[in-house]
């Protein structure tokens, strides 16, 4: 049999806080951890589903769900056992399928908590983003060494004058990343701001006429950067400033985002940036792993996966199998397929269970027939989840088997395959 070329493991673990995955069709009445930029799947029920999550700074929450099926709930923000906020939410009645509340919250951990009822059970695809209020820069900031840390979508009062010049602000990546600044600055004279890695070389920096009344805004975007440390410092600037220094107060807010390395699914009108998919969906885009639906312009990547999407994502990568260009499409996928062994149903629109997906990547990187149970222990082994309990640990029930498969956790796990080459 033939063993795919692309796969020869040398494993390299990348560990990033937010790329747990997070089960779309997990029966959960009990409390589950989500993150932000996470989306994540909530079937609905009479029972109640619990989602934790923690503000460490006061900030804007906001909740986006989308609809898929027919579904009606009850959505409560609830801290400390207490209900804070309660929204009634139908795409039956409203006839809609996307749906956003905001929320001003102070730090503290909160709960979505989503009920239906016996008669419903559709399902909504959740999406947080998090956002602090404004903080005040924290002095002395003044040299590099003082340099105040700040975390992504963190906004931040400051203020520069001849006294105090300058303020640094440090930024940690801990993976590749491309990184947004934003500035408004009131300074009298001109606004002035720069963007430096930990060799103090500079990569970006920015100069525009300003004064105490009206502010000059800069949006400054990098290339995609390197792990590690960089420093953003707002200084007063004298060169550009006959009469002096210029002062003033300014806001600036830095936005850490996943690369898009692909314009054209950018076209796309439920491509997102920033979320734990996007770079795998760039990926498999640019690499024709996968495509979007060119006639509604989406994506889909909360739809199940059915097991023809699944077998041309894997035997287009690693066989270079093309679409029938006569008869049914995927007639090359299922006679590959046959030829390697794979485990198929014979039904295109079947739509995978997880434990099916894991099963056939195995089988495909390593270039023999493995059980699902293998599978999925293998999958624990090259580090390609965490289960949906991270703290239950890499068991075959902890990777929910007979769960659905949506084609973003699909194509990430082809992309995490890809990484560990």
């Excluded at 009606?72 to 906020?85: C, E, G, H, S």
């Excluded at 300074?187 to 990569?203: E, H």
């Excluded at 995978?352 to 894991?358: F, H, P």
């Amino acid at each position: 049999m033939k063993k795919i070329k692309h796969l020869a493991f040398a494993v390299i673990t990348i560990v990033v806080a937010s790329m747990a995955i997070v089960n779309e069709s997990h029966a959960n009445n009990l409390e589950q951890e989500v993150n932000f930029d996470q989306p994540f799947e909530v079937n609905i029920s009479k029972e109640s589903k619990y989602y934790n999550f923690e503000l460490e700074k006061d900030g804007r929450l906001v909740v986006e769900l989308d609809a898929a099926g027919s579904s009606w709930a009850v959505l409560d923000i609830v801290k400390d056992r207490t209900t804070l906020k309660q929204e009634r939410i139908s795409n039956i009645k409203d006839n809609k399928e996307f749906s956003k509340y905001t929320y001003d919250l102070p730090a503290g951990n909160y709960t979505l908590v989503f009920t239906g009822s016996y008669l419903n059970r559709g399902h909504y695809n959740v999406d947080l983003d998090f956002t602090t209020f404004a903080s005040d820069e924290v002095q002395p900031n003044n040299t590099i060494d003082q340099a105040q840390p700040i975390i992504s979508k963190q906004l931040v009062n400051g203020f520069v004058d001849e006294v105090n010049p300058i303020d640094y602000y440090k930024v940690t990546l801990d993976k590749p990343a491309v990184v947004d600044v934003e500035i408004k600055g009131y300074l009298d004279g001109y606004t002035s701001y720069k963007l430096l890695d930990a060799d103090m070389n500079v990569i970006f920096d920015k100069h525009k006429d300003s004064t105490y009344t009206e502010f000059a805004k800069m949006n400054q975007t990098t290339e995609k950067l390197k792990p590690g440390e960089y420093f953003i410092a707002v200084y007063a600037e004298y060169r550009y400033y006959p009469r002096g220094k210029s002062t003033g107060k300014y806001q600036l807010i830095v936005n850490v985002k996943n690369e898009v390395t692909n314009n054209a699914i950018t076209k796309f009108k439920d491509y997102k940036t920033g979320l734990y998919w996007t770079e795998s969906f760039a990926w498999g885009f640019e690499k024709n792993v996968i495509n979007g639906d060119t006639t509604t312009m989406k994506l889909n990547m909360n739809n199940n996966i059915n097991e023809s999407q699944w077998l041309a994502m894997l035997l287009r990568y690693a066989y270079d199998v093309k679409d029938a260009t006569k008869g049914k499409w995927h007639d090359p996928y299922y006679t590959k397929a046959k030829e390697l062994g794979l485990k198929v149903s014979n039904k295109p629109s079947y739509k995978l269970t997880r434990g099916e997906v894991a099963q056939m990547l195995a089988t495909i990187a390593e270039g023999k027939i493995m059980t699902e149970r293998e599978a999925i222990l293998w999958m624990f082994e090259k580090g390609l989840t965490t289960g949906i309990n991270v703290a239950a640990g890499a068991t075959y029930e902890n990777f929910n088997p007979k769960g659905n498969m949506t084609r973003a956790h699909a194509v990430t796990f082809m992309y995490r395959l890809f990484e560990e080459q």
